[in-house]
């Protein structure tokens, strides 16, 4: 049985940075694609960034280009998202997902989730 468990989340004002971190549980993490989704209050989840199996490819939404980055740690079974000049626009559920072997930014490919955690970002 895979399980994730995000963490990290909190309340932080505009400008500031959180890092997230997923661990992952079951399974070969080192077989696994990572993903990062979003989702605010009354609209759909969104991609924010993925990250390779072996952590040679990343990809990032436009909308966090440049503040966030997205990292692995195949030895401790982890991927963190570090989240950088954070803006209110930011406020979501941030989701950590994990997929067999092929990197995507559409998340119903994504075959295991985590609960979430919650980012709010004040003005």
């Known amino acids: 049985q895979v399980q994730l468990v995000e963490s990290g989340g909190g309340l932080v004002q505009a400008g500031g940075s959180l890092r997230l971190s997923c661990v992952v549980s079951g399974g070969t993490f080192s077989s696994y694609a990572l993903g990062w989704f979003r989702q605010a209050p009354g609209k759909e989840r969104e991609f924010v960034a993925y990250?390779?199996?072996?952590?040679?490819?990343?990809n990032y939404a436009d909308s966090v280009k440049g503040r966030f980055t997205i990292s692995r740690d195949n030895a401790k079974n982890s991927v963190y998202l570090q989240m950088n000049i954070l803006k209110p626009v930011d406020t979501a559920v941030y989701y950590c997902?994990?997929?067999?072997?092929?990197?995507?930014?559409?998340?119903?490919?994504?075959?295991?989730w985590g609960q979430g955690t919650q980012v709010t970002v004040s003005s």
């Open positions: 997902a994990a997929r067999i072997l092929i990197v995507s930014t559409t998340s119903r490919n994504y075959a295991y």
């Open positions: 990250i390779s199996p072996n952590g040679d490819s990343t």
